[in-house]
């Protein structure tokens, strides 16, 4: 990975929607040359999608935790089970691994409390061996989709 490389993924992490021909303009390169590296970026996974960014509060999304998720056992087979039915909770959008305890966390979005209480009771708490379930309420958002730093 190169400069231009590195422009291109800057540039496409503003503004994924840029046209190959405004985005060459702006790192300094013809259409074609343009293309060929974007298409590479693709291809190697490093370009992974593009998508749009909502916001939360404009579709009636008013609601965020933090949950922090500490396991019965961590063996290969308890791991497993938890991170394969992680996923199909649509409400949880974004879930990480973490050294030491808890386990997990987990960033959760809902309409309201009421809604997350239904959440926590028929989904959360019945994810493969959970031992504990701890979560914190986000006052605000401070810093939240920031590009990755090129």
Not at 23 to 41: Q, T
């Amino acid at each position: 990975m190169d400069d231009y490389d590195r422009k291109i993924l800057a540039e496409l992490q503003k503004d994924g929607r840029l046209s190959l021909t405004d985005l060459g303009e702006r790192i300094g390169l013809s259409l074609s040359p343009c293309h060929r590296r974007v298409r590479a970026l693709e291809d190697a996974g490093i370009i992974a999608d593009y998508r749009a960014t909502i916001e939360p509060a404009a579709v009636g999304l008013n609601f965020s935790a933090i949950v922090f998720v500490t396991l019965r056992a961590t063996d290969r087979e308890s791991v497993r089970a938890f991170e394969e039915r992680v996923p199909g909770v649509p409400e949880i959008i974004q879930a990480q691994r973490l050294f030491g305890d808890p386990d997990y966390i987990l960033n959760v979005i809902t309409t309201d409390l009421a809604a997350y209480q239904k959440l926590w009771d028929d989904s959360l708490s019945t994810l493969p061996n959970v031992l504990r379930l701890t979560s914190t309420l986000v006052m605000k958002s401070v810093v939240q989709g920031r590009p990755l730093p090129f």
